[in-house]
């Protein structure tokens, strides 16, 4: 595997941090988008409510159904944006995007309630 670090990105504060709004949530359900090569609509649950979240991972898992039923992290405090006319409400937490890697979900080592925050 070839791949570098990047560097690390200018120092924060940790008031900045805790604008950050991170909790795990269960995957209900992942629905294909008519019209899209990337993205698909995840149903979570955050114990108090369910979201939607589109993430647009169609060509980094065979079978993104797979993740049915996991728990994951996801950032839930974004402005909700609409994408392919339907609207994401949060972000999936994952870790290898941002640096060409093939993405794997940010999950907790075990099972904890849904809703739980990270921080």
């Given at each position: ?9 200018s ?23 008519a ?18 979240i ?16 996991k728990?994951?992290l996801?950032?839930?405090?974004l402005?909700?944006?609409k ?37």
């Amino acid at each position: 595997m070839d791949f570098r670090v990047t560097p690390i990105k200018s120092p924060i504060t940790l008031a900045d941090l805790e604008k950050i709004y991170i909790r795990v949530g269960t995957i209900v359900s992942v629905d294909d988008i008519a019209g899209s090569d990337k993205l698909v609509k995840l149903t979570v649950n955050f114990g108090d409510h369910q979201r939607t979240i589109l993430a647009g991972m169609k060509q980094e898992r065979a079978n993104p159904k797979e993740i049915e039923g996991k728990q994951a992290l996801f950032v839930i405090n974004l402005t909700p944006r609409k994408m392919m006319g339907q609207k994401s409400e949060g972000m999936l937490f994952d870790i290898g995007y941002a640096d060409g890697l093939t993405p794997v979900l940010a999950v907790p080592e075990r099972q904890i309630a849904d809703g739980a925050r990270a921080g």
